[in-house]
């Protein structure tokens, strides 16, 4: 009788398809990102304006400045908190009438203005006002 040898390949390893791994339990949280604005306006300039009396002067961006990274200069709105008492702001379509409120984007479009109306000998005038882009709110530092 002849030795037989009988080699057997026999491969172990089934398919990786065979394999069934547990399947874990999954918790996603999602956190949808806030439009949210971080960032608050900041004044930039704030100076004086002057003229004559009885007349009105356009209150350009080199007189009156906010900006902003996050928000557009037509979302920053001026609120005047302390009205002029010599004559007033207005808007530019709507001669006479005192607004109290405006944004850095009517400033830019050149559509605001302050008309002095006072009989009287005051030669010195002031608003207060504080800057709001829908969120973060700032005052005027020379109040
Ligand atoms: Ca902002």
């Known amino acids: 009788m002849k ?4 080699l057997h390949l026999h491969n172990e390893m089934p398919p990786s398809s065979t394999f069934y791994y547990p399947q874990p339990l999954l918790s996603i949280i999602l956190f949808l990102p806030f439009a949210e604005d ?3 306006p900041r004044i930039i300039t704030n100076s004086a304006l002057t003229l004559d009396e009885g007349t009105a002067k356009i ?9 902003d990274t996050d928000s ?10 302390t009205p002029p008492e010599l004559g007033h702001i207005e808007r530019a379509g709507s001669p006479g009438a005192p607004i109290t409120q405006f944004t850095q984007g009517d400033i830019a479009a050149r559509a605001i203005s302050y008309v002095h109306t006072s009989e009287g ?6 608003f207060t006002f504080s800057v709001n882009d829908g969120t973060n709110q700032v005052r005027d530092l020379k109040q």
Request: glycine share 6%.
């Open 121 to 126: 000998e005051g030669n010195m005038d002031r």
């Open 59 to 67: 209150i350009t961006t080199d007189l009156l400045s906010a900006t």
């Open 72 to 81: 557009q200069p037509g979302d920053l709105q001026y609120f005047i908190n």
């Open 38 to 40: 971080r960032v608050p």
């Open 3 to 6: 030795d037989e040898v009988l």
